[in-house]
């Protein structure tokens, strides 16, 4: 496949890129953030770009229990609890898909590890060495806010529209169904404000043990997607920067 028919307008060395990330053995990465940070989408344009797998937590749990597996079914009876995954279920489903030929290559990590008991098992799985690099992605706590309390919901067929960057044609009203537009409880300001003041505590153990390792790279997430992608790559040295 050619890279440099699919890079974006004015990334240098795109192709250069995955070659880099292949020359020195198995790339794993780890994408850290707060919700809201467009750490999903960077995931899967860095897997793309790097020919690396995207290893989604989210994803994994939703194809588990979709296939009716042993931990999806666990996973099922925590969630409809209520409760969290305990660590060990959510580290046996991503350290199994670490055996598979897709991510020979190498994998973004996305939604894992959460905690450093699960950074632990993953060193502990993979070695030392194993994991290349941590990014975080960092966007000021007001631009979450104002992202993530945008959101609404199609009460009838669920399409998701934003505020500010994905308003309906008309205010209020679906654009697939004409039905009625809603902001869930869980996105209101002071819900959201809340919810990423108790992610960050969580965050910051994480992030001291991957620069303890000196892994640790902070990437500014608050500009547009393709930079945020151009700062990670050059965060990385797989890409010079520009200017
Ligand atoms: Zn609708």
């Known amino acids: 496949m050619s890279g440099r028919a699919t890079a974006p307008r004015g990334a240098r060395g795109a192709s250069d890129a995955r070659v880099a990330a292949g020359s020195q053995g198995v790339a794993r990465f780890v994408l850290l953030g707060l919700v809201g940070v467009g750490k999903g989408t960077q995931a899967k344009r860095l897997s793309a770009r790097l020919g690396l797998a995207h290893l989604a937590t989210g994803d ?28 060990d279920v959510v580290i046996r489903m991503v350290l199994g898909e670490l055996e598979k030929e897709a991510c020979r290559p190498g994998c973004i990590f996305d939604g894992f590890p959460r905690t450093v008991e699960q950074a632990l098992a993953l060193d ?36 998701p529209y934003h505020r500010e960057s994905a308003p309906p044609r008309v205010e209020g009203k679906c654009d697939v169904c004409r039905g009625e537009l809603y902001q869930r409880a869980d996105d209101r300001p002071e819900v959201v404000g809340r919810r ?20 640790l790279l902070r990437v500014n997430g ?13 965060a990385l040295g797989l890409l010079a920067p520009r200017g």
């Not at 608050?222 to 050059?234: F, N, P, Q, R, Y």
Request: glycine share 10%; aromatic share 4%.
């Open 60 to 87: 994994l749990l939703r194809r588990h229990q979709e296939e009716g597996t042993e931990l999806g079914l666990l996973a099922k009876g925590y969630m409809e609890r209520g409760e969290l995954l305990p660590d």
């Open 196 to 215: 990423l003041q108790v992610q960050q505590e969580e965050l910051v153990p994480l992030l001291n043990y991957y620069a303890r390792q000196g892994k």
């Open 124 to 159: 502990r799985a993979v070695g030392p060495e194993g994991v290349r690099k941590v990014l975080y992605l960092q966007v000021p706590e007001e631009v979450l806010l104002r992202r993530l309390s945008g959101r609404l919901v199609c009460r009838r067929c669920q399409t």
């Open 222 to 234: 608050d500009l547009g997607m393709e930079a945020v992608e151009e700062a990670i790559l050059a």
